[in-house]
Each structure stands twice: as structure tokens, then as C-alpha cells.
């Protein structure tokens, strides 16, 4: 038997060696990676560069206790700082606990507690991002959830005019694309409403980024395609190129209430997670390399375009090097189908393909991938017929 909780219902597929875009299992046989980890490693598996930093700061030093400075962690905050509406950084290991800090830094900043957050959204499992999270089943079975969140629809610019007259909203909290919730990006109107309605009432405008954000759409930060000034960023994912690390970004204004004493965590700015994300942002935050990345999005989106001709697809969507496929049924059965034609790619809710290539993926290999999904769907329509 397994001795392993079983929380996730895993493809059988044991992953032994991965480089760059492709991956390796234990018979041989050797994929297209278009899932990295979740958005994860996103220059790849195992970076040069990356592997390089890592390995040095395994001789030197693992880990100091927050008590001590650290000037790792001051560099990467200097690099987030320097790529964002923000100027202030706190570390922490994962998107759900950014999440979790961005929650507290904003009830204590505004001494109010309502957040505002949307339908289908995803910000992690633990109590307050479970609570934030716009899906019921994630929290089924889990008994009372921490109060205070409300869910409006996404993408309705009007939406928000129900809460027009509520007093103690703290936050709005949103996605510029919903990863989980079945690759949707924002349109521009419902955010310029979002962030007049912060304005008004004086609530903080926080924007998750652990899955957007680190160069995933063709720039530092999701929001950046739309002009928004977020007080709080959260990012983890691509943060460590697969070293767990996971940071809030919040404008200066808010330091007093991350005051000594207030919000911590041991492992928070590891040294190694901090010489990995040191090494990551060094490369992605290059504007060559994020111009690269738009224009590899774009020919992804349009070569997926092509796919359109199945009856089966519904919807092409997607920024950057993040794209979801909506097709009219279940993608559970194409997946495994798109497995055995060498290509990785994950669900996003029930009916959607999610891709999401390392940022350094070749056209070549973008090609490649879209002939296989070409194959896949081809078989597929033929058999349904
Ligand atoms: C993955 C994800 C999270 C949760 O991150 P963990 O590291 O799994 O805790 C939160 N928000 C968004 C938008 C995500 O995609």
C-alpha cells in the first residue's frame, strides 16, 4: 500500500530526469513538458544559472534564522520592489501563505476585515485562502470558514455596485487571470471598476500573482498589461524556479502594521529558496527576455487558433506563455490521450486544457506541442463520429 495520503489523484506517470522543456519517465519514453511543476519552473527544469546559484549558496550556507540580516533576501526584494507598484517584501514558502499574509496585512493596515474576492477564483487551501477561494469545493467538510469574504461574479464591471453602500471592506482581492478557475482573463473594464471601487471605498487593492506573475505572461507581473497600481502583490510559484519560495510585495504605506512582532515564518527567505529566486529573476526580469516571452505567446495563441476547426473546442484563451483550451466536454480522457502522444498538459476546472511551457520553450517546440494537440483532437473526433 501507499503510505501516502491520497490528496491528489495522480496520472501513472513516475517523472525521472527533466531538462529545459522535456521530461524523462522511468521506461524511456520522453515528454513535451507543458506543465512545469504547475507554472513552476519556469525557465525550464533544472536552469543553469539557477542550478549554478543554488549549488554555491550549498556550501556556504543553508539557512539563518530571521533574527540575523540577510542580504539575499534584501537583493531579491530589491529586484521585486524594482518590478512592481510595491516596496516592501515579506517572504514565505508557498502562494497559499502569501496569500494568508496578504489577508492579515490588510485587516491590520485598514482596521476593517471584509474582503472582497470572485466566483471561480483560487488562492490556496489553507484557512484564509480556503475562505478566499470562490469555489465551494474546497471547502467542503472543513466546518466553519474564517468569516468576512464575499463573492461576486468575475469579469461583470457592475458587480461591485452591490457593494456599494457596505461599510468595512478591507480588500478587494482578485486574479488577472484565473489559473485554477479555467485560464479567464479579466477584461480591462471590470479592472479599472475594481480599482475605482478600492479608491472609493479606501479598501486595498491585492492582486494574487502566484501563478500570473515572474514573467508567466509577458511581463514581471499580470496586472502590468493593465496599468492597475495594486497595494499588494502575492507571488510564489515561479518565484524559485521549483525551490519553494513565496513572497508578499505591498506598498510602503503599509509598513507599520508588519511592525517587529507582528507576522513571521522560520523558513520565510531561506537562504537556498533566495539564492534560486535571486538567479530566477536575475533572467526573467531581463526586458529582452520578457519581449521574448510575448512573442512566443503570441504564436502560441495563434497556432492554438487553429484548433478552433474541431467542433470540440469551444474557446481559445490566454496571455503570454499561459493558455487554456475550453473544449464542450470533460478533458479528463484527453489528457491521458495527449500523455501517451508525448505531450504534459493540465485541466483547469472540468472542460479546459491549461498549458503552460517554461518561458524559455523554443517555437520550435510550441510546434510541436500544437501538431500533437492537432493529432490528439484528429483521433478523437474521428472515434466520437
Ligand atoms: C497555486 C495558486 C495558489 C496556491 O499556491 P500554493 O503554493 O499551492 O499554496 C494561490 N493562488 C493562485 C492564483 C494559485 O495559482
Redesign the pocket.
Known amino acids: 500500500m501507499s503510505h501516502l495520503f491520497q490528496t491528489y489523484s495522480r496520472w501513472n506517470i513516475h517523472i525521472k530526469k527533466a531538462k529545459g522543456t522535456l521530461a524523462v519517465d522511468e521506461s524511456g519514453k520522453t515528454y513535451l513538458d507543458f506543465v512545469q511543476g504547475?507554472?513552476v519552473c519556469n525557465l525550464g527544469h533544472c536552469p543553469d544559472q539557477v542550478t549554478a546559484a543554488v549549488k554555491k549558496q550549498l556550501d556556504n550556507l543553508w539557512h539563518v534564522s530571521n533574527l540575523f540580516q540577510n542580504g539575499l533576501q534584501e537583493k531579491v526584494a530589491e529586484k521585486l520592489a524594482a518590478n512592481s507598484t510595491g516596496d516592501l517584501v515579506f517572504f514565505c514558502n508557498?502562494?497559499?501563505?502569501?496569500?494568508e499574509a496578504a489577508i492579515k496585512l490588510a485587516r491590520k493596515h485598514t482596521q476593517k476585515t471584509k474582503i472582497i474576492t470572485f466566483q471561480q477564483s483560487?488562492?490556496?487551501?489553507?484557512f484564509a485562502?480556503m475562505a478566499a477561494t470562490g469555489q465551494e469545493k474546497i471547502k467542503q467538510g472543513f466546518g466553519p470558514m474564517l468569516s468576512g469574504f464575499y463573492y461576486l461574479p468575475y469579469n461583470d464591471p457592475d458587480a461591485l455596485k452591490t457593494m456599494e453602500d457596505e461599510e468595512g471592506i478591507a480588500a478587494v482581492m482578485l486574479?488577472t487571470i484565473q489559473?485554477?478557475g479555467g485560464v479567464i482573463p479579466a477584461n480591462s473594464e471590470f479592472l479599472q471598476e475594481v480599482q475605482a471601487f478600492c479608491r472609493k471605498k479606501q479598501a486595498l487593492l491585492i492582486v494574487?500573482e502566484?501563478?500570473?506573475g515572474i514573467g508567466r505572461t509577458g511581463k514581471a507581473f499580470g496586472y502590468e498589461h493593465e496599468g492597475l497600481t495594486p497595494d499588494i502583490i502575492?507571488v510564489?510559484?515561479g518565484l524559485g524556479s521549483g525551490f519553494p519560495a513565496?513572497a508578499v510585495i505591498g506598498k510602503k504605506g503599509l509598513s507599520s502594521a508588519f511592525s517587529p512582532g507582528s507576522h513571521g515564518s522560520t523558513f520565510g527567505g531561506n537562504m537556498l529558496a533566495m539564492a534560486a529566486a535571486n538567479a530566477t529573476l536575475e533572467i526573467i526580469f531581463e526586458k529582452s527576455f520578457l519581449d521574448e516571452v510575448c512573442g512566443k505567446g503570441e504564436y502560441l495563441q495563434k497556432e492554438l487558433e487553429s484548433l478552433l476547426q474541431f467542433p470540440l473546442v469551444k474557446d481559445i484563451r490566454g496571455k503570454g506563455l499561459i493558455a487554456g483550451i475550453e473544449l464542450k466536454d470533460p478533458v479528463q480522457p484527453l489528457i491521458e490521450e495527449l500523455q501517451n502522444e508525448g505531450l504534459l498538459v493540465l485541466p483547469a476546472g472540468s472542460n479546459v486544457i491549461r498549458l503552460l511551457p517554461p518561458l524559455t520553450v523554443t517555437v520550435q517546440e510550441i510546434t510541436e506541442a500544437v501538431q500533437k494537440l492537432n493529432n490528439v483532437l484528429t483521433r478523437h473526433t474521428a472515434v466520437t463520429q
Open positions: 504547475i507554472a508557498s502562494g497559499a501563505e502569501a496569500n483560487f488562492h490556496g487551501r489553507t485562502g486574479e489559473g485554477e494574487d502566484v501563478q500570473t502575492t510564489a510559484k513565496g
